[in-house]
């Protein structure tokens, strides 16, 4: 099943994802997530801003989150059910505006969908916990993965590592 899903994926997103050492889950829209709330209560649970990302698959400004400048060591977790995504290991200066990573915190943190809204095919990257969209992932990234996972920091929160 993952080897058809990944099949489907098709293009350059495929050969990068082959070619990694992460086997990132592929949602095919009927998933169930370890973390589930009615509309109701995610809208009770988070800012309108973390509801329109997380819950609407919106896309926050360019250069507006505080997490850009985020450098210290920790993890970057989600917003909608606190699980770690990121961490500041893998974080780099994409200069997208955009908080990046080139990669995941594990394997099992997010998964991915195929994304053709906007009249582009995109894969977008969704919380494994949650299933709250958190952005997209580029094969345009650094070493060691050549990949970027593009992320709204607003759909994140930073947990700084124990000093
Ligand atoms: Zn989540």
Avoid at 44 to 73: D, G, I, K, M
């Amino acid at each position: 099943m993952m080897t058809r899903r990944l099949l489907l994926m098709g293009g350059t997103g495929l050969t990068a994802m082959l070619g990694l050492p992460w086997r990132i889950a592929v949602l095919s829209g009927e998933e169930t997530f370890p973390v589930t709330h009615s509309d109701a209560e995610w809208r009770a649970l988070l800012t309108p801003a973390q509801y329109a990302v997380l819950r609407q698959s919106a896309t926050e400004r360019p250069f507006t989150s505080p997490l850009l400048n985020e450098h210290r060591p920790g993890v970057f977790a989600c917003a909608g059910c606190n699980r770690g995504v990121f961490s500041s290991e893998t974080k780099f200066e994409s200069g997208t505006g955009w908080p990046s990573f080139w990669a995941p915190l594990h394997e099992d943190a997010v998964a991915t969908t195929q994304d053709t809204s906007l009249g582009m095919t995109r894969t977008a990257v969704n919380c494994a916990g949650c299933g709250g969209h958190l952005g997209h992932v580029f094969n345009d990234g650094p070493p060691v993965t050549g990949l970027r996972y593009c992320m709204n920091g607003v759909a994140m929160n930073f947990k700084p590592a124990a000093a």
